[in-house]
Each structure stands twice: as C-alpha cells, then as structure tokens.
C-alpha cells in the first residue's frame, strides 16, 4: 500500500516536487500526497496542478494540514532555518521524514534534530540530490571500482554567475554563508563520499567580492583531508563575471594510479597512463568518453523511492539524517576554519556540536 505523504514547501524548489520528483513515485503506487502545504497560496497552484490536489488539501497553516490529514511521510523543502519547526510538528504527528539539504541551518540545530529523531523511533533522510545524479553516480562508481588502482586527490570546480540580487533565490542574499549553506552543502557531500570516506582536516577561505550582493560570503576555495587520506581541492563561486560549471555541470577531476578520470558538463572521459609512452600533455576533450550508467530515476526522484524502500525494510538511506551530520560539518567546519583562518579537525568539530546540544 502506497505511503501517505504531505508535502511541506510547494513555492520555488518545492515546485519541482510537485511536478517532477513526486509524480512517478506516485505513479509507481510508491506514495500517495494527501496534503501540501505553504505559506504563500499561490505556491500551492504547483499542489494542484503538478499533484492533482482539491483545493481543499492545500493549506497555508502546517498545523491544520497535519491535523486534518493522517500522514506517513513529511516532506520538507522550505528554507533550512525553517526545517526544525516542521520537524518537531512531523514527529509530534508520528511522521517519518525526508528532508532536502541542509538538515538545519546551524550544525547545532541539524544535531538537535537528529537527536530528535531518534528518541521519536522515526527514519529520517536527506536529499542529497546532486550526490544521486546520473552522471555524479557513474564517476563514483568508475572510482570505487578499482579498476584504476587508488585515488590520490579531486578537483572541483563549480562556479556561477548570480552576483546580481535575486538571480539565486532572494533568501539566499539575506543569509550568512550562502554558497557554503546552500551551495557548498552539496559539492563538499558528494566530493568526500567520492574520496571514500569521513573527511579528517579541512581548511578553507570564504569571501564576498565587492560587486557581489550577497550579504554573506560566496565564494570558497576549501581544501579537505578524508581519513583514508585521499585529498580534495574544492573551487565555489556565485559571484564570478561568467558561469563555466554552474549545477549539473559541474567540473570534477579524480586523479587515480592508472587514469585521470574528467567530469564536466555531464560528460565523463578517461585518460588511462601508458608505461610504455610518456604522455606530458593531453588536451581535455581527446579523452576515451565514457558511458554513463542507465537506470530509471536519478537524483530526488530516485531518492523518494530509496526512503520508501528503507520504510518498507529495506537497507538505510546512505543520507539518513545521522550519517548526513558528516555533511552538516563539513559546511560548517569550512565557516569556522575560515573565520579563524586555520585548518579544522573535522570530527573533533562535530563531537564539540554533539556534546552542546
């Protein structure tokens, strides 16, 4: 029997879920959206139109949706420093959760959360989207392989153009940190997980150029050590004149014994060492392309299936919200060790967080 599900957040981001991420799951009999809820009205046309919602199940007060309409699942795509608030009402409600990034907007209120959530008994997961794209997933898998021999080190680049107010989102000129928040959430995530394992020592320098309009830092260059001791190098930028790997396009390098590996723009391609000829320089693009993995659903839609096959038994989301605290302090370990302009003991950082809460 499909999971009943209210959707919190149908404006912005959320309108994707309602037209793109939950359709086919509730097409598969996966889920079944008996509510959306928002706080802006017209957001709830996306309910509507995108879910087939009445009217009569569209709120714009949380409380209402979730005492009219018993529910399983919660999902949650409103602004991060809201997410604890819809939280404490899903789980007062009995509901699991799934989330999008970041869990919280503070590592100490991401800890709370996922301490809440285990005294409730409740499964909660976090969308980690672009960590399940289609092509994210195949370079993962081309290094986890082996068929390469070991990484050494990552490249990371994602750079944009959205200097001008509103062209992001216009909460995301109003907050602190915004690319490390909103942006950096994602690309530190799927960078350490592709490096093998929890990130150990991170250093980073965050800013905000003059011409920028944001009111926090955008732009980061961070350096992190994973415990396995493979290195990353990480570039983040909103405020640049021109975007050259921008979401979905990112440029991610992986340096390995037997190959240089190249993702950008979508496309993957391999540059395997030959020890019988010396190749000094290779122009991106000469490449031997490689393919990229097929399956039916990629990134959120694909992740609303996985949280449904955990509910039903099944293995753990990799992103359950107390695995996802690793992310949470990446993020903020590259705040504080920009702040302080020294390097950060990531786990060391993240039990100091655990110990407050």
């Not at 490096?195 to 150029?209: F, H, I, K």
């Amino acid at each position: 029997m499909a999971y009943r599900l209210i959707q919190v957040g149908t404006g912005g981001f959320g309108a994707h879920w309602c037209r793109h991420f939950l359709p086919p799951n509730v097409r598969d009999g996966l889920i079944e959206v008996v509510a959306a809820v928002d706080i802006n009205p017209l957001a709830l046309e996306n309910a509507r139109e995108g879910l087939g919602l009445s009217p009569d199940r569209c709120y714009t007060d949380l409380r209402q949706a979730f005492d009219a309409h018993p529910a399983d699942i919660c999902t949650i795509v409103v602004p991060p420093a809201h997410h604890e608030a819809v939280v404490d009402v899903a789980l007062a409600h009995g509901c699991h959760i799934l989330s999008e990034k970041p869990i919280a907007d503070t590592l100490e209120a991401a800890v709370r959360i996922a301490n809440k959530v285990a005294r409730a008994g409740v499964k909660m997961g976090v969308t980690m989207s672009h960590r399940f794209r289609q092509d994210i997933t195949t370079l993962r898998t081309l290094i986890r392989s082996g068929d390469y021999g070991p990484l050494d080190y990552l490249v990371s680049r994602f750079t944009c153009e959205n200097r001008t107010y509103g062209t992001w989102g216009a909460f995301r000129y109003e907050i602190a940190d915004p690319l490390m928040v909103e942006g950096a959430v994602h690309h530190l995530d799927l960078l350490a997980d592709m490096a093998g394992g929890r990130c150990a020592t991170l250093y980073a320098q965050t800013w905000q150029p003059p011409w920028g309009q944001f009111r926090g830092d955008a732009q980061a260059l961070v350096t992190l050590q994973t415990e396995a001791g493979a290195r990353v190098l990480y570039e983040g930028a909103k405020t640049n004149a021109v975007g050259l790997n921008g979401w979905g396009a990112e440029y991610i390098r992986a340096e390995c014994e037997r190959a240089t590996l190249i993702l950008s723009h979508g496309r993957i391609e391999r540059f395997d060492y030959d020890p019988a000829r010396r190749q000094p320089d290779r122009a991106e693009g000469t490449g031997v392309p490689v393919p990229l993995l097929e399956q039916p659903k990629w990134a959120n839609t694909w992740l609303i299936e996985q949280f449904v096959r955990w509910l039903d038994g099944g293995p753990a989301m990799e992103t359950e919200v107390e695995a996802n605290l690793q992310s949470m302090a990446l993020v903020f370990a590259a705040i504080e060790s920009s702040r302080t302009g020294q390097p950060v003991d990531v786990q060391a950082f993240l039990n100091a967080a655990r110990a407050q809460a």
